[in-house]
């Protein structure tokens, strides 16, 4: 029996992660990442005190459009809690954010987005 969920077409799955670098629906990338429903793009952030809500504008824009509404950020190697000044500048754009490990957020988004979740991740290549 096959338990691969079934992914809309069209829809951004993250197959693999490690090394610096991720393959993202067939595409490999170097470094981190932004994946969203509907295409993925290279992140200049490197590590969790690069974050910024200058790094995050694209995921603001994407969450003013209502094309997203939770933004999943791998902060590397362990979860790192991030400020409350960036939470609520997302959340004013409708965006809630939750922070996890980069593998987690790479599974957890595959996971919503095999869903049809209006979901975003961004990730810090570990």
Not at 66 to 84: A, E, N
């Given at each position: 029996?096959?338990?691969t969920?079934?992914?809309?077409?069209?829809?951004?799955?993250?197959?693999?992660?490690?090394?610096?670098?991720?393959?993202?629906?067939?595409?490999?990338y170097?470094?981190?990442?932004?994946v969203?429903?509907?295409?993925?793009?290279?992140?200049?952030?490197?590590?969790?005190?690069?974050?910024?809500?200058?790094?995050?504008t694209?995921?603001?824009?994407?969450?003013?459009?209502?094309?997203?509404?939770?933004?999943?950020?791998g902060?590397?190697?362990?979860?790192?809690?991030?400020?409350?000044?960036?939470?609520?500048?997302?959340r004013?754009?409708?965006?809630?954010?939750?922070?996890?490990?980069?593998?987690?957020?790479?599974?957890t988004?595959?996971?919503?987005?095999?869903?049809?979740?209006?979901?975003?991740?961004?990730?810090?290549?570990?």
């Amino acid at each position: 029996m096959d338990l691969t969920p079934l992914v809309p077409q069209g829809r951004q799955i993250v197959e693999s992660y490690g090394e610096g670098r991720f393959r993202v629906t067939g595409t490999l990338y170097q470094g981190s990442v932004l994946v969203f429903p509907d295409r993925t793009a290279a992140w200049s952030v490197a590590m969790i005190a690069d974050l910024s809500e200058a790094a995050l504008t694209e995921v603001a824009a994407a969450g003013k459009a209502g094309t997203i509404d939770l933004l999943l950020i791998g902060c590397g190697l362990r979860m790192t809690p991030i400020s409350s000044a960036l939470r609520a500048g997302l959340r004013a754009q409708g965006v809630v954010i939750e922070t996890m490990d980069t593998g987690a957020a790479a599974r957890t988004y595959n996971v919503l987005a095999a869903e049809g979740r209006k979901v975003a991740a961004a990730l810090i290549a570990v």
